[in-house]
């Protein structure tokens, strides 16, 4: 049988009569009569309000694997659970929820994917002129997405923003198969041939363009998935998944495609008047393209030129397209990062925030700002006691007319010239993170050598117009106060250095010694002096130490007490000393232009034995920026590769590839003419524009060979086989685009991204 001692100390009153020593008459001296003993919270230096009530605040984050939104399910019914049991006057509520954005997102591409579907149908029966010819991509399109969720599950990928673009712009490439293999046994059935005898010619004609298209899209959306750091990761599911829907979209077309077309494609006797004005317009589109050409193909030497001056155009719109990780969001929330003067203490600064509510105050209600919340010290603490950081949560999308860049502006107007603090409202960064963008590590062997350059760094930084609020996480300008211990006196007296440090930890900061149990739950009691008595280096003489002899000496006896000015964080970064300068970014500015004013200054003003790195965004948006062009070129080579295999020929997929830079032009210039940046989405773009523009080249270089090998004049069979491949390559690019032109014309207040 087991023996416990059952606990003593359950309640405050239990501590209070704790014996700590006896008096010289043998009476007991309790703790209550040396301390007080309270049940309270170990830092009581914090504030939370909410629209100026003052709240206690809970932060919930998922776990890396969980599912956001689940999650977010589950607090919002645990917290209606809760109410029933809360006293009179408490309320609970969720203040800020950062799922909201994403479910908002999500709704909206679930909406994106049915329109774009049910385009990609009218464009089909726009072309072909029969109702029944859409059922066709209706049901391919269907099993193609479906054989693509089946591939997710087996993966391991989650239904995500990522993902469901992915879906969104496959629509436009799986029925690209369908739409070349359905086009070309109707053209046969145009020829009086029967629906089963020009289902098995049709689809013989195009199933080696339709495998070579599909190789060459897969290899090209693979190398996405190679990408460097949290980019790679990132696009990881988007790339295996597209590639995943375009096998099976090709799948299908050779297969399923056939089948119905020879069922339900049937030659089209009595044309309706749209069908005959579409034949009309087209037959006269076809012969103005067979005309132009042949004319274009004597001025053959015009060719290279063209290739020549959209590769040199390609390079010059660059330069003028800002480079940025992200482009910005409206997730329907803003963040403002409020900053005092090194070692401001917390009332001090609890006084600032209570300005920054009267100034937020009078914006509610306008239009724009639903609510607010401010929280003093920033992040719990770990920013300092001189940080605050306040969550301005705006009305929903449908509910305000402004956007939130320019809410921002009005938030900015509101809280300039605060006398204390300085104030920074900023948008949430990539994936709703609340830290500066702009993250630029200078490491080195020596703090003070690292501070002089970060100073100058920072200073640059401020002038420049790319960023505001610079700072740094490194400022020996905060008020420290340094104890040296007088070892020889102490040891004379018996006293030791544990004894002296055990001692200012608990007068000064506290300590737990032990725990209690209150309601099935464990809780430390914490220890420690009364801070009010302490306001100046003098008041540590209060501090009394025991001798051996049982006498009693201030601390002063065997200590000599120095005020100095420290930093409160020494960083490291990559095994060095490190300073970060960081910064938000000004209106109208991207990252990439303001880390490209850094790298220069860096370059002009730092000696050899200082290094340079980035961290957070800036790390980010910099791998991102050294493994695009690795992919980009690895891409094109697979692609030429793959093709010199499929063609037997190193020629002919030179033919498809010389287009390549004609796409990419097209892509900047629409770029530049939209004032869009080079982000992360358009250059997945960039990558994804190889794959579709070799995808048309192949069709008619593919026909082109069929025609010679039945003795066809060279530049005959060229002509044809454009004119030929005209209507099945404006029907897959008219179904690209359909896939895209509703992400292009989102509602940007929701998803930029998009």
């Given at each position: ?313 390609s390079f010059q719109l660059m330069q003028q397209v800002p480079a940025q990780l992200t482009p910005s969001e409206d997730r329907g929330v803003i963040f403002a990062f409020v900053r005092g003067a090194d070692a401001t203490s917390y009332n001090r600064m609890a006084a600032n925030m209570d300005i920054v509510e009267e100034r937020l105050m009078p914006l509610l209600g306008q239009g724009f700002l639903k609510s607010f919340s401010i929280q003093s010290p920033a992040f719990g603490g770990n920013a300092g006691d ?369």
């Amino acid at each position: 049988m087991s023996v416990r001692t059952a606990r003593a100390y359950n309640t405050p009153i239990d501590f209070e009569y704790l014996v700590v020593k006896r008096a010289s008459d043998n009476t007991p001296i309790y703790l209550k009569d040396v301390a007080d003993v309270y049940v309270g919270a170990e830092n009581e230096n914090s504030t939370f309000k909410s629209d100026g009530v003052v709240n206690v605040s809970m932060g919930i984050v998922p776990q890396s694997d969980a599912n956001p939104l689940e999650m977010a399910d589950l607090v919002h019914k645990e917290v209606e659970q809760l109410q029933q049991f809360l006293p009179n006057g408490t309320r609970l509520a969720i203040d800020y929820d950062s799922t909201v954005f994403i479910d908002r997102s999500i709704s909206e591409v679930y909406n994106t994917l049915f329109i774009t579907g049910g385009l990609v149908i009218l464009v089909l029966y726009i072309f072909i002129g029969q109702a029944r010819a859409t059922l066709i991509p209706a049901v391919t399109v269907p099993v193609s997405l479906i054989s693509s969720f089946i591939a997710a599950y087996f993966f391991g990928f989650s239904i995500n923003l990522i993902t469901l673009m992915a879906l969104i712009l496959s629509i436009g490439l799986v029925v690209d198969d369908a739409i070349v293999v359905v086009e070309n046994i109707f053209h046969h059935i145009e020829r009086g041939e029967s629906p089963l005898l020009a289902a098995y010619k049709g689809t013989r004609e195009v199933g080696f363009a339709v495998i070579a298209t599909t190789l060459v899209l897969v290899m090209v959306f693979l190398p996405i998935s190679f990408m460097d750091g949290m980019i790679g990761l990132l696009f990881t599911e988007f790339s295996v998944l597209l590639a995943m829907s375009v096998i099976f979209s090709s799948l299908i077309a050779l297969t399923l495609t056939p089948v119905l077309g020879s069922t339900i494609l049937k030659a089209n006797d009595k044309p309706n008047r749209f069908t005959q004005f579409v034949d009309r317009g087209f037959k006269k589109l076809e012969r103005g393209y067979k005309l132009a050409l042949a004319k274009a193909l004597k001025l053959r030497w015009v060719a290279p030129i063209v290739i020549i001056a959209c590769v040199g155009g390609s390079f010059q719109l660059m330069q003028q397209v800002p480079a940025q990780l992200t482009p910005s969001e409206d997730r329907g929330v803003i963040f403002a990062f409020v900053r005092g003067a090194d070692a401001t203490s917390y009332n001090r600064m609890a006084a600032n925030m209570d300005i920054v509510e009267e100034r937020l105050m009078p914006l509610l209600g306008q239009g724009f700002l639903k609510s607010f919340s401010i929280q003093s010290p920033a992040f719990g603490g770990n920013a300092g006691d001189q940080t605050g950081f306040v969550i301005m949560i705006l009305e929903d999308w449908n509910d305000r007319d402004i956007t939130a860049s320019e809410a921002l502006g009005e938030a900015r107007k509101a809280l300039a010239g605060i006398a204390d603090v300085r104030v920074y409202p900023f948008m949430p960064g990539f994936r709703g993170g609340s830290s500066e963008p702009v993250q630029f590590v200078i490491g080195g062997s020596d703090y003070s050598e690292l501070q002089t350059w970060a100073d100058k760094l920072e200073q640059a930084a401020e002038e420049s117009p790319f960023m505001e609020g610079a700072s740094t996480d490194y400022s020996e300008k905060t008020p420290e106060l340094v104890v040296t211990i007088d070892r020889e006196r102490a040891a004379e007296l018996g006293i030791s250095v544990a004894d002296i440090s055990d001692t200012l930890e608990i007068m000064l900061g506290g300590k737990t010694e032990t725990t209690y149990v209150e309601r099935g739950e464990e809780y430390d009691v914490y220890l420690r002096g009364d801070e009010n008595q302490f306001n100046n280096a003098n008041d540590l003489s209060q501090i009394y130490m025991r001798t051996k002899s049982g006498e009693l000496v201030t601390l002063d006896a065997v200590t000599s007490i120095e005020e100095v000015a420290s930093s409160t964080r020494l960083s490291h970064y990559n095994k060095q000393k490190a300073i970060t300068i960081k910064a938000n970014l000004s209106d109208g500015y991207t990252l990439g232009e303001a880390l490209d004013f850094m790298d220069s200054q860096a370059i002009e003003m730092l000696p050899g034995d200082i290094s340079v790195s980035y961290a957070g965004e800036s790390k980010d948006f910099k791998e991102n920026q050294s493994s695009i062009l690795v992919v980009f070129g690895l891409a094109l080579l697979v692609a030429y590769l793959v093709l010199a295999a499929q063609f037997e020929s190193f020629v002919n997929p030179l033919v498809v590839m010389f287009t390549v830079p004609m796409g990419v032009f097209g892509g900047f210039l629409g770029m530049v003419i939209m004032q869009q940046g080079l982000n992360i989405y358009s250059q997945i773009g960039m990558i994804m524009l190889i794959g579709m523009v070799t995808k048309n080249g192949i069709l008619i270089v593919e026909f082109a060979n069929q025609l010679r090998d039945k003795g066809i004049e060279f530049e005959k069979a060229i002509i044809d086989a454009s004119a030929r491949r005209l209507r099945p390559i404006m029907m897959t690019a008219f179904t690209t685009l359909a896939g895209a032109i509703r992400l292009s014309f989102q509602r940007a207040r929701v998803m930029r991204a998009e």
